[in-house]
């Protein structure tokens, strides 16, 4: 079998394409030399392992040897790893969606040597069909055109990337704009976009935006009259109930094809898990729904079973794909894993369980999914919540209660038979943004839910990032382990994401080496990122050397929160935590180099404005004092963690925090009476410390 150049790298996505008949070359000085020394345009695809589509244009166009010859002949072709390298992903996204209107994954650019593009787009089918040009005939005419119209196409690259530059460069610092209109227009804007048949904000095919219920759970506090809190019950429901809900398993997979959250595109992505987890916590914490908190547990335990490694850092990602049958492991199918005939469950549960589980989740002989055109579900069915417990205890005329336990038991056979499958392709690289957005998720989880091995799960990813991927001698940190390998210089993202996880971990274990090292890892993303002159943050160290043609300032908060909004809401918690002026000088510089944006496109940026919230509200401490592993201070403990306080931060007044520089608000507060005390500050203020459970609900309400 040949091999090509991807065969050294450690990224799965690189690795799969480590056979094609491609002359690959991974993003590099070697690539780039290359394609200046013999003249020639770059190719760059850019994917991920977990990606449907990607699979597919390796199929039909990256294996065929006449295509490959075409591109080895008359291009340097570049492979990229969009979760290893999102800084190179960012700039040519802008460039097709600039380009062409659209973008997504793969992604297909054509560079001039200095790595200017000139033409882009996404999947390309080997022929022209689908309405789409035929890779063939692209690769064709850029080579023809490459050779005879050279200079226009320089011409043209020079032109976009001039105007490129002008569009990320646009920014007005003045905090003029920050107050509370550019939350009015965005819960508005997201009022229009709301589904009210099905949840959810738009049409098909339906992605869940975590980042949108985090601005409205928080908007619905600040306006308990307004709509936003039931368009985010309504979606989190009616998400959990559909087959985008590994009804079985536990987790979500990445989107729903429908508009009813029925038919998923099957793959499981970390950062989905991370940010939905929170989301139906959030939701439990202001409704006390135990659905919802037992849809979190579901994600948990799937992430602790399936994305977690020996050494309890995060996995990446699971894919759509799987084998359809275990004697054909090549003949892969969309969802394969998840389906099921009506006479496997038979013949697994027998009766009358199988009528039962038929009945609940929506199991029908001939399988259950109508529309399907490319027959990839013929005769099997996606569980989906059909039937409530009690409709089906009903239906059946048995007790809710003996209904439950038999179909708790029926999920966990069919589970175990589930786990006999092949299962779809893992991407086992540890990233520590993602990883980041997980331990927050774990952290709310330990509080809310009250799960101290939810606690230890944060912990261990936290120690893990830390001694496996921080440099020791710089304090720096990296973005992608794999294969017993730490590599590629942290983004802005990974710090601020990774900071977040720190600073929830400081409130709900209290140990101060978490807060101190995200004041430490804040010190160095000020330093890496910062645009001292204009404020906010780029996304890119200017010193690592990397040949980007922009240097881009991210602010999508899309299927992940971005880098800015997230370091915002950082630097606005330290400030309130540690006293420190300067944290809160940096937010606010932030802040308003986006405020322009904020206020004319907010419902683009919904966790920039959960900052912005977090930035106009009053300042509230909540400090307890005494000793962590007491009895009453846990119990005061859990008031303030069971609660949805997203304006509060929690300290804990032990001897270690009366005493430590970064908690100025813990040195004087002390038990009363030798009784473990709370007191809630407000800016700057404090009220009488109580030490009864009952008072300080009250105080906090």
Request: proline share 5%.
């Amino acid at each position: 079998m040949p091999t090509n150049r991807l065969i050294h790298e450690k990224s799965p996505y690189l690795l799969q394409h480590a056979h094609n008949p491609v002359d690959w070359y991974p993003w590099g000085t070697e690539a780039f030399e290359k394609a200046r020394r013999e003249d020639k345009p770059i190719f760059l695809s850019i994917g991920y392992s977990t990606c449907h589509w990607c699979h597919v244009m390796e199929r039909e166009s990256f294996e065929n040897e006449e295509i490959a010859s075409l591109l080895n002949s008359h291009f340097v072709a570049i492979k990229v790893d969009r979760e290893e390298r999102p800084d190179v992903d960012r700039v040519y996204m802008l460039f097709v969606q600039a380009s062409t209107g659209g973008g997504g994954w793969p992604m297909s650019v054509w560079l001039t040597p200095e790595l200017k593009p000139f033409f882009g787009g996404t999947y390309f089918p080997p022929a022209t069909r689908y309405g789409r040009p035929g890779f063939r005939e692209v690769l064709t005419e850029l080579a023809k055109a490459w050779a005879l119209e050279r200079d226009s196409l320089i011409n043209s690259s020079n032109q976009v990337l001039a105007e490129l530059e002008k569009y990320v460069r646009a920014e007005d610092s003045s905090s003029g704009w920050l107050n509370e209109t550019p939350l009015e227009a965005a819960y508005n804007a997201y009022r229009r976009m709301f589904d009210t048949r099905f949840g959810g904000f738009g049409s098909a095919p339906k992605f869940p935006r975590p980042v949108v219920h985090n601005f409205l759970l928080r908007y619905s506090r600040r306006n308990p009259h307004s709509e936003a809190l039931e368009m985010v019950l309504q979606t989190l429901r009616a998400m959990a109930r559909g087959g985008m809900h590994d009804q079985l398993g536990g987790g979500f997979h990445r989107y729903s094809v429908d508009e009813r959250w029925f038919v998923p595109h099957f793959e499981k992505m970390l950062y989905d898990q991370a940010q939905l987890a929170t989301s139906y916590l959030e939701a439990y914490q202001l409704t006390g729904d135990e659905a919802l908190g037992a849809t979190a547990r579901d994600i948990f335990e799937y992430v602790l079973r399936d994305l977690t490694g020996p050494e309890k850092a995060f996995y990446s990602a699971e894919d759509a794909d799987s084998a359809i049958d275990a004697s054909r492991p090549e003949e892969k199918g969309e969802g394969a894993f998840y389906l099921w005939t009506r006479e496997q469950i038979n013949a697994t549960l027998g009766q009358p369980a199988a009528d039962w589980f038929a009945y609940r989740y929506g199991v029908e002989t001939g399988g259950n999914v109508a529309n399907d055109p490319h027959g990839e579900f013929s005769g099997r069915n996606i569980l989906f919540e059909s039937h409530t417990i009690g409709e089906t205890a009903a239906h059946f005329s048995i007790p809710v209660v003996e209904l439950a336990r038999a179909l708790e038991d029926a999920r966990a056979s069919l589970l175990a038979l589930r786990g006999e499958r092949l299962r779809p392709h893992r991407d086992d690289k540890i990233l520590t943004g993602w990883n980041g957005l997980m331990i927050s998720a774990f952290t709310l989880g330990a509080r809310a839910l009250g799960e101290s091995r939810y606690l230890s799960a944060a912990q261990n990813a936290a120690e893990f990032i830390l001694s496996r991927m921080r440099d020791q001698s710089t304090g720096s940190l990296l973005r992608r382990y794999r294969d017993q390998q730490a590599a590629i210089p942290a983004f802005l993202d990974d710090y601020a994401l990774f900071v977040q996880g720190l600073l929830d971990l400081y409130e709900s274990s209290f140990e101060l080496r978490y807060l101190e090292t995200a004041a430490a890892l804040t010190q160095k993303q000020i330093e890496l990122f910062e645009d001292r002159d204009h404020g906010g943050f780029y996304s890119t160290d200017a010193a690592a050397g990397s040949p980007l043609v922009l240097r881009i300032k991210d602010d999508d908060d899309g299927a992940e929160p971005s880098g800015n909004s997230t370091a915002a809401l950082n630097l606005l918690r330290l400030a309130r935590i540690t006293g420190r002026e300067e944290y809160r000088a940096t937010a606010e510089r932030t802040l308003a180099a986006f405020g322009r944006k904020l206020a004319n496109d907010g419902s683009g940026m919904p966790q920039m404005l959960v900052a912005l919230m977090f930035f106009l509200a009053k300042l509230r401490e909540i400090v307890i004092s005494g000793s962590r592993g007491e009895p009453r201070v846990a119990s005061l403990l859990n008031v303030a963690w069971r609660r949805f306080l997203p304006d509060s931060v929690l300290l804990l007044a032990d001897e270690a925090g009366r005493s430590s520089p970064l908690l100025p608000g813990a040195a004087d507060k002390h038990p009363v009476n030798g009784a473990p005390a709370a007191y809630v500050c407000h800016n700057f203020t404090c009220q009488l410390p109580v030490t009864n459970v009952d008072t300080l609900l009250e105080l906090l309400k």
